[in-house]
Every structure is written in C-alpha cells, then in structure tokens.
T-cell receptor, first 113, second 115 residues
Framework: RKEVEQDPGPFNVPEGATVAFNCTYSNSASQSFFWYRQDCRKEPKLLMSVYSSGNEDGRFTAQLNRASQYISLLIRDSKLSDSATYLCVVTSWQQNQGGKLIFGQGTELSVKP | DADVTQTPRNRITKTGKRIMLECSQTKGHDRMYWYRQDPGLGLRLIYYSFDVKDINKGEISDGYSVSRQAQAKFSLSLESAIPNQTALYFC??????????????FGPGTRLTVL
C-alpha cells in the first residue's frame, strides 16, 4: 500500500464547477500536510498547507481528518488556469529525517470552457 | 532569476554512461533534496542533505550518488546509467529550523532519457 494515495483522475470539469480531491495517508505519525500544484511536468509548487481546523485560501479549501487519515482539497468556481496536477503531500518529523516529504501520485484536473 | 536552477534541463544518454545532474540555489537554504518523478508513481526521494557534511539516502538511492560541494550546490550522479533511470529529476531546497511546515522549493527539473 502506498503511503499517500490519490485518485489519479483525470477530472474533466467545466468552468465554474466545484471539484473535490481526496487523499489518504497510511502513517499515523504524519504531522504536516500540504497540497502542491504541478503544471504540465514543470516543478511542483506549494498551493497551500493543510491545518487540522481546515483552512481556506480564496476559492480553495483544504480539510484534514486525522482520525480517518484523510485530506481533501475543494476548488470552487473552477477556472481554466486551475488545470494542473494536484499533489497531496505529507511529512512526518522523525529524528534526523528533516521532514521528508511523501508525495501522492497526483490528481490531474482539466477545466474546459 | 530562478532561486533553484538545474543543469542540464534535458539529457539523452546511453546505457553504461556516467552522468551528473547539477543543482544550485540562491535561497541560502541548508537542506537540499533530489527526487525523481515517474508517471503514476509521484515524486520519490533519492538523497537529501542537511549541510555539506551531512548526506542521507532516500527511499530509492541504489544506482545514484551525490555530492554537496557547497551549501548552494548539490549534484546527483548516475555512475552507470540504465534505461529504468529514465525519469524527470527534481532538486529541491528547504529552509532551516525544525518546523515541518517549511515549504520545499523545487528547481525546474531535468528530463533524463537513458537509451
């Protein structure tokens, strides 16, 4: 079983749609959680961190459920520019491990006109 | 100018050849990482370094070696390239401190093809 699992998609949605991505992680010691965005095989870039209380950044809302080991990302009012691959990322602080990032395989989103 | 640069950006080589991928950063970060990305597998950690005297293996270090020549430079070598090392390679940096919320910053990637 992979440490971080995502539905690979692709998700094809019309502009203006709301789309939700789910992610599960297997290591209960995981401490930090992120969503990264990757455009067309370019480098990943941090989209947002995910906090236990849930957090929102404009049209993006991230949720964390530690009991279920589940992370989600909700995108409202999708734009063409949201088309990308969204990577679920977790990290556990282990001594001398430096907060190693564990990546899901990514979920591809395509927003159509 | 980009904070994290990688050279070369694209490379085609033959089985058995030695190849070096280079990474430089101007962010002043102490932590540097090398990942590879394969379709359907996500990014996987090859090696990481906390400073010039601290090198650690990641989950897939076999067939690779690294050198931290300076705080700003971290090189990845394939001593004898094989076709299943064909992948997209990313270098990343992270700032100091214990806060695991610290963001990692990625270079633009090197697309390596081993024939």
């Amino acid at each position: 079983r992979k440490e971080v699992e995502q539905d690979p998609g692709p998700f094809n949605v019309p502009e203006g749609a709301t789309v939700a991505f789910n992610c599960t992680y297997s290591n209960s010691a995981s401490q930090s959680f992120f969503w990264y965005r990757q455009d067309c095989r370019k480098e990943p870039k941090l989209l947002m961190s995910v906090y236990s209380s849930g957090n929102e950044d404009g049209r993006f809302t991230a949720q964390l459920n530690r009991a279920s080991q589940y992370i989600s990302l909700l995108i409202r009012d999708s734009k063409l520019s949201d088309s990308a691959t969204y990577l679920c990322v977790v990290t556990s602080w282990q001594q001398n491990q430096g907060g190693k990032l564990i990546f899901g395989q990514g979920t591809e989103l395509s927003v159509k006109p | 100018d980009a904070d994290v640069t990688q050279t070369p950006r694209n490379r085609i080589t033959k089985t058995g050849k030695r190849i070096m991928l280079e990474c430089s950063q101007t962010k002043g970060h102490d932590r540097m990482y090398w990942y590879r990305q394969d379709p359907g597998l996500g990014l996987r950690l090859i090696y990481y370094s906390f400073d010039v005297k601290d090198i650690n293996k990641g989950e897939i270090s076999d067939g690779y070696s690294v050198s931290r020549q300076a705080q700003a430079k971290f090189s990845l070598s394939l001593e004898s390239a094989i076709p299943n090392q064909t992948a997209l390679y990313f270098c990343a940096t992270r700032g100091p401190g214990a806060a695991s919320y610290n963001e990692q910053f990625f270079g633009p990637g090197t697309r390596l093809t081993v024939l």
